[in-house]
């Protein structure tokens, strides 16, 4: 039962243009969510997060959208950077819980050139 | 960067050997989590630290065991490793209950032969 999905496995855009990251979720308890970013060899780096009362937060060239109506969010970074390429996960906890959170499975991000 | 370090860095053993695992934090956190990171699953929580002594199981805990006599280490340990255990096992860290951000170490890649 995955409860957080990232259905694209990969994305490839141009240098200079957005990126547009999507993750979708099932649970109706989650109200706090983070992305995080991957290079290989490396843990996850903490992005960015909103709480569920907001529907925008922005750090940056990084906004995060949350739609809890359709129970999804997603990632735009403005302008894409070659330093972007990574993998991206998006994450989900609750207040309520021990902060445990469940991840996606992950979108790899190519910027080129 | 949080000061978590993870050791070893890498690691090879053979099926039914015993495996320890150590995650090092100097932020004094109260919470410590260990996850594995596999293809097409993201990353899923294995157990997780609310104090010295306090543990308790995540998603997929079978096959491991957890232990933190102190506050800035919590050791991982597969008591006779398994084939379906090698995996990318990654520490992180948050300060305390509440929809915090996790902080991760930089992992341990486990092959079991």
């Known amino acids: 039962d995955q409860q957080v999905k990232q259905n694209s496995p990969s994305l490839s855009v141009q240098e200079g243009r957005i990126s547009i990251l999507n993750c979708d979720y099932t649970n109706s308890m989650f109200d706090y969510f983070l992305w995080y970013k991957k290079y290989p060899a490396e843990g996850p780096t903490f992005l960015i997060s909103i709480s569920s009362i907001k529907d925008k937060n922005e750090d940056g060239r990084f906004t995060v959208f949350l739609n809890k109506s359709a129970k999804h969010l997603s990632l735009h970074i403005v302008p894409s950077q070659p330093g972007d390429s990574a993998v991206y996960f998006c994450?989900?906890?609750?207040?309520?819980?021990?902060?445990?959170?469940?991840f996606g499975q992950g979108t790899r991000l190519t910027i080129n050139p | 960067d949080a000061g978590i370090t993870q050791s070893p860095r890498h690691k090879v053993t053979e099926t039914g050997t015993p495996v320890t695992l150590r995650c090092h934090q100097t932020?004094?956190?109260?919470?410590m989590y260990w996850y594995r990171q596999d293809p097409g699953h993201g990353l899923r929580l294995i157990h997780y630290?609310?104090?010295?002594?306090?543990?308790d199981k995540g998603e997929v805990s079978d096959g491991y065991s957890v232990s933190r006599s102190k506050t800035e280490d919590f050791l991982l340990t597969l008591e006779s490793a398994t084939s379906s255990q090698t995996s990318v096992y990654f520490c992180?860290?948050?300060?305390?209950?509440?929809?915090?951000?996790?902080?991760f170490g930089p992992g341990t890649r486990l092959l079991v032969l």
């Open positions: 630290s609310y104090g010295v002594k306090d543990t």
């Open positions: 992180a860290i948050s300060e305390g209950q509440g929809a915090e951000t996790q902080y």
């Open positions: 932020e004094n956190h109260r919470y």
């Open positions: 994450a989900a906890s609750n207040y309520q819980g021990a902060q445990k959170l469940v």
